[in-house]
């Protein structure tokens, strides 16, 4: 009777814990982007203060740094400073852009106001561009190769030295399109 | 006209309209640029169905969102979702199944940006038979354990496997009908229950029936 209550257990529990297993190195939190490794979807986006609205296409053979965030967003606070400081650390060869989603624009300009800028921020207010990027929440970050492919997508607050990761990612994924892992 | 209406019905009316037409007022919000139809068809190919409109494409956008999962309340449909993710999604199955794209599509559409986890119901490959097969598989097997265990109760002392006891039991020697075990005080015990409980003489089964 023992050893049937124990391959009975065994029976049961194996398959759990081979599951565990392979599952241990994962981080739950990151679900992973279909959209890695995948040509950029297009969008043309009104900027914010007016302007000329702004083409993903017209950035071809330069590398994107297209950010989601709002102005409620306190990890989008804190990144602000990594990515105004962006352009004039990377150069002109690496475009900026931040698409604003789940915002009023008035808050928008105040924070650009108040924080600076030094790249176009986008309104995107049926979200239209955000559901075609997946973004689940802000801050998201994807990081758009000159050939128009998504080379990386951050979740959560940049650090400079990710920023600047990402950015040698994303440029040198010119000469070889597509096929990518994350 | 509307003079001829009391006030309070008329503000109640004006209030159900009002909240049966937000989402199809908010989908023509000046500003709110449609989808791009042609970058969808791209990744899901021409629309297979036919276009929608009035009660048909009411009721097939709610199909549809229904089986969508929020990406951001997770355990909801984009339906059942008052979230603005699943406002803005829902806008977005309303316009592609208005241009006539099949559930399917509009499926894959967002699972290219979502990854297959914005199906409520996963779609039969891979691993996936995986979660539809393992219920049947589990019922299956309680049913095996239920009919393995009633066997072995109708057989009580027999091994599993031998003749059933309902066949083999009248005509079987006293002994072999109701055992007993080998310590002998317990087989006194187990005599004594049988007296109590089923009132046998001396906890022996009366011969004559």
Known sequence: ?182 | MNSALARPALRSLLLALSAALAAPLTAQAPGDAPIDLAQVANLVGAPRGRELAGDALEAEAQRVSSVLRCPVCQGLSVADSPSTMATHMRQQVRELVAAGFSEDQVLSYFEASYGEFVRLQPPLRGINWLVWLAPVAGLALGLGIVVWVLRGATATGRTPGAAPAATASPAAPVSERDPLPEDPALAQAVLRVRAVAYGWPGGRRPEAR
């Open chain 1, 1 to 182: 009777m023992n050893r049937k209550v124990l391959f009975g257990g065994l029976l049961v529990s194996l398959p759990l814990v081979i599951l565990l297993l392979l599952s241990l190195g994962r981080d739950p939190h990151q679900v992973g982007s279909p959209l890695v490794g995948r040509p950029a979807p297009h969008f043309t986006l009104p900027v914010v203060g007016g302007g000329e609205s702004v083409t993903l296409e017209s950035m071809r053979g330069r590398t994107v740094v297209l950010n989601f965030w709002a102005t409620w967003c306190v990890p989008c606070l804190e990144e602000h400073p990594v990515l105004a400081a962006g352009p004039r650390r990377f150069g002109g060869d690496v475009v900026f852009l931040g698409v604003v989603y789940q915002d009023e624009t008035a808050d928008v300009r105040r924070f650009l106001r108040e924080q600076g800028s030094s790249y176009p921020s986008l309104l995107d207010d049926s979200g239209k561009v955000a559901i075609a990027y997946g973004v689940y929440g802000v801050p998201e970050t994807f990081f758009v190769s000159p050939g128009g492919t998504i080379v990386d997508k951050q979740v959560g607050p940049l650090t400079p030295d990710l920023l600047a990761f990402y950015i040698d990612r994303a440029r040198s994924a010119a000469a070889a399109p597509s096929k990518s892992t994350s």
